[in-house]
Nanobody
Framework: HVQLVESGGGSVQPGGSLRLSCVAT????????VGWFRQVPGKEREGLAS???????MYADSVKGRFTISQDNAENTLYLQMNSLKPEDSGTYFC???????????????????WGQGTQVTVS
């Protein structure tokens, strides 16, 4: 059973940067899709970015050009580098994983059985 632990959230001014990290408690040796979702109270969870076991990345239009997803397989760690942050980027950020599947858009949170506990990002 894979567990995901996020870190790196915090408060930043508009235009600033943050880097989120997500450590998987065990190595996922199979085909997988991992990524990041954002939850804002009163709104649907929004898929932001994903990367698959081949290293292919995808992004939501809302973050394309500003956010970069990457992974360090040796460290079982997923990253989300967030630049040019806007107030509307505020929310709780979740690391997600799906095993034995490719990544698909549009993102559907029900496709990901594994979720971290979330880390808060505030841009103001």
């Amino acid at each position: 059973h894979v567990q995901l632990v996020e870190s790196g959230g915090g408060s930043v001014q508009p235009g600033g940067s943050l880097r989120l990290s997500c450590v998987a408690t065990e190595y996922i040796p199979y085909k997988f899709c991992v990524g990041w979702f954002r939850q804002v109270p009163g709104k649907e969870r929004e898929g932001l970015a994903s990367i698959d076991s081949d290293g292919a990345t995808m992004y939501a239009d809302s973050v394309k050009g500003r956010f970069t997803i990457s992974q360090d397989n040796a460290e079982n760690t997923l990253y989300l580098q967030m630049n040019s942050l806007k107030p509307e980027d505020s929310g709780t950020y979740f690391c997600v994983a799906d095993i034995l599947e490719n990544c698909y858009q549009p993102y559907d949170h029900t496709d990901f059985p594994y979720w971290g506990q979330g880390t808060q990002v505030t841009v103001s």
